[in-house]
């Protein structure tokens, strides 16, 4: 991703990627709602990497993978408000 010109995030950042945690069954829902959200601040997207489904140890068998060790505050932010976005930024 990539600041819009004029706003606080160019005057600092160069980029960033960030990992989007939706809470949802529905992947394009999860693809739209992410987009809305990032977009509609101070990013602009460039491309998606990958996405994929992460579960508890309880939902291995949907088909989903078990999130990394250190992420399940993300997954629990997710569930709790619907969706958590962590930004990993570098800078100008």
Not at 47 to 67: H, Q, Y
Not at 71 to 77: A, I, K, P
Request: with cysteine.
């Amino acid at each position: 991703m990539r600041p819009k010109p004029e706003t606080a995030a160019a005057q600092e950042y160069g980029g960033a990627y960030v990992n989007c945690w939706i809470n949802s069954d529905d992947p394009d829902f999860a693809e739209t709602e992410a987009r809305a959200h990032i977009e509609g601040g101070e990013w602009s997207t460039q491309a998606k990497e990958e996405d994929f489904v992460v579960c508890t140890d309880d939902d291995m068998d949907d088909g989903g993978i078990p999130f990394k060790e250190g992420d399940e505050h993300y997954h629990r932010e997710a569930q709790q408000y619907g969706a958590c976005y962590v930004f990993h930024t570098w800078p100008l």
